[in-house]
Nanobody, 114 residues
Framework: QVQLVESGGGLAQAGGSLSLSCAAS????????MGWYRQAPGKQRDLVAL???????NYAPSVKGRFTISRDNAKNRVYLQMNSLKPEDTAVYYC????????WGQGTQVTVSS
């Protein structure tokens, strides 16, 4: 089994910054993709950013140039640095690990005030 635990998030003003961290533990494949998704109230869960163990990244157009995803393979951690935050970035942010199976974290709230 794999467990994902997110930390970070919270409240920021528009234009500000926040960072998220996700720690994976358990039986983790050496080749995997980790990433972040977000879900705003009443909306579907959408991709924010993904990163593979080789460092290849993929960003949603709405966050490209503002958010940066990174990972530490030795520590099985993935990070999301969020800059130039906008009120529309307000959502619950979920960590995801994709290997032979798919795993989700419990989510962490990010709220951006205008």
């Amino acid at each position: 089994q794999v467990q994902l635990v997110e930390s970070g998030g919270g409240l920021a003003q528009a234009g500000g910054s926040l960072s998220l961290s996700c720690a994976a533990s358990g039986s983790i494949s050496s080749t995997n993709v980790m990433g972040w998704y977000r879900q705003a109230p009443g909306k579907q869960r959408d991709l924010v950013a993904l990163i593979s163990t080789s460092g290849a990244t993929n960003y949603a157009p709405s966050v490209k140039g503002r958010f940066t995803i990174s990972r530490d393979n030795a520590k099985n951690r993935v990070y999301l640095q969020m800059n130039s935050l906008k009120p529309e970035d307000t959502a619950v942010y979920y960590c995801r690990l994709i290997a032979a199976n798919v795993y989700w974290g419990q989510g962490t709230q990010v709220t951006v005030s205008s």
